[in-house]
């Protein structure tokens, strides 16, 4: 799990967690390795306003956070995938629902 500060967990878990998933992208990134291991590419094509700059950055953190895994296979050419440590997973009904809440804000007139 991440290495923060042992103060901010005990006084406010939820500063915690958001400080982990906060920001634009990471709960993006995190929605879309729901499906399962991605590689960088095609993160890039199913969040296509992200910078390669910015991905690199937001992987980094989220793994640094222990929410995602880079695999790297060096059989023949080098693949390297992302996808969800069991912390990224427990992310999941959080997820879906703030995708139900955002889905209701869109629908009201």
Not at 6 to 20: N, Q, S, V
Not at 56 to 76: F, K, M, P, W
Not at 89 to 98: G, M
Request: aromatic letters at 4%.
């Amino acid at each position: 799990m991440p290495k923060r500060n042992k103060i901010l967990r005990t006084i406010c878990p939820l500063e915690t967690a958001l400080d982990i998933i906060g920001g634009k992208w990471k709960g993006i990134i995190i929605y879309r390795l729901l499906d399962g291991k991605m590689r960088f590419n095609e993160l890039r094509r199913v969040i296509p306003a992200i910078t390669h700059r910015m991905l690199i950055r937001q992987l980094r953190e989220l793994q640094n956070d222990g929410l995602i895994v880079r695999n790297v296979q060096t059989e023949g050419q080098i693949k390297v995938e992302y996808g969800l440590s069991s912390h990224g997973i427990a992310l999941k009904s959080i997820l879906l629902k703030l995708r139900a809440w955002g889905e209701k804000i869109n629908n009201i007139d």
